[in-house]
Nanobody, 119 residues
Framework: QVQLVESGGGLVQAGGSLRLSCAAS????????MGWYRQAPGKQRELVAT???????NYPDSVKGRFTISRDSAKNTIYLQMNSLKPEDTAVYYC?????????????WGQGTLVTVSS
């Protein structure tokens, strides 16, 4: 199993930037897909960004061009750089690790970190 520890959330004004970090308890190259999801009050959890072990990256249109996912393999850590933040980006952000083993996908989640964007 994988343990994930997130950090970096906080309060920022619209137009500002924040960087989230997610440290994994094992080599990130042993994890098939890592990513960030978010959940706003009263809404379903949604994808923000993913990166595969091979380096393929995916963003939804809502954050494309504003958010950047990256990784540091030496630190077993992924990051989410968030620029040009909008009030609608306010949510709890969760780090996710998906490991495919014996035909099953095992998901691990971080504890979540709150991002609040004020207008």
């Amino acid at each position: 199993q994988v343990q994930l520890v997130e950090s970096g959330g906080g309060l920022v004004q619209a137009g500002g930037s924040l960087r989230l970090s997610c440290a994994a308890s094992r080599s990130i190259f042993s994890i098939n897909v890592m990513g960030w999801y978010r959940q706003a009050p009263g809404k379903q959890r949604e994808l923000v960004a993913t990166i595969t072990s091979g380096g393929n990256i995916n963003y939804p249109d809502s954050v494309k061009g504003r958010f950047t996912i990256s990784r540091d393999s030496a630190k077993n850590t992924i990051y989410l750089q968030m620029n040009s933040l909008k009030p609608e980006d306010t949510a709890v952000y969760y780090c996710n690790a998906a490991v495919v083993a014996f035909g099953n996908t095992l998901n691990a989640w971080g504890q979540g970190t709150l991002v609040t964007v004020s207008s």
